[in-house]
């Protein structure tokens, strides 16, 4: 499965840390990229610079959302407190080939509940677009812990204590 996220309304400044915890999430759970509604040259450069350590070929670009809405081939799944809660829907979900995964950060916009497929909770309650997105992610790819990343420089030799990381090249 081919997975995407589009993270609607960043906010310079006040959004920073928390878009770059929505991309560094998508990554390390395996989506293979992530669209940003507008640029923010300091959070894509910090993005790519771990992409650049730690390996993969995560990409983060910017997209217009209607317009990616519209035409992305695949299912297209909005996390939502007010939506359906996920184990509802999860094997329809698990069957798609292609996967769009959209969170937000202030109020979305009616037009997304229109646009995606599914608008899904994780729990009803309100919390996070990195939780929601983290939980998402594990349970649909399920990879958390199998994942591996090529070319990178970066590895991590797990360890009861203390911080293990082999540099792996230049
Ligand atoms: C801090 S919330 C703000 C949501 C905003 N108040 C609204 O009504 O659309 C940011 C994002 O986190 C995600 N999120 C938060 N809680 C969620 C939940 N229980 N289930 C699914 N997604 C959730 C949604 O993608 C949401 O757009």
């Keep these: 499965m081919e997975v995407y996220v589009l993270r609607l309304g960043h906010r310079i400044g006040r959004d920073q840390r928390i878009s770059t915890h929505v991309a560094l999430t998508a990554r390390a759970l395996g989506a293979k990229g992530i ?100 939980i998402f992610l594990d349970r649909v790819v399920g990879q958390t812990f199998t994942l591996s990343f090529n070319d990178a420089k970066l590895k991590i030799l797990p360890s009861e204590r203390g911080k293990k990381v082999l540099k792996l090249k230049d």
């Excluded at 507008?38 to 910017?62: A, P, T």
């Design 35 to 134: 669209y940003f509604t507008r640029m923010d040259e300091k959070l894509f450069e910090s993005v790519r610079k771990v992409v650049r350590n730690w390996g993969g070929n995560f990409f983060i670009e910017v997209a217009e959302w209607r317009k990616l809405l519209r035409e992305f081939e695949g299912l297209k799944v909005h996390l939502t407190m007010y939506g359906i809660p996920l184990p509802e829907k999860i094997e329809e979900i698990r069957r798609a080939e292609k996967l769009l995964v959209v969170v937000g950060a202030e109020k979305v916009p009616k037009e997304v509940y229109e646009l995606c497929d599914l608008n899904i909770s994780i729990g009803t309650q309100p919390h996070s677009e990195v939780s929601a997105l983290a």
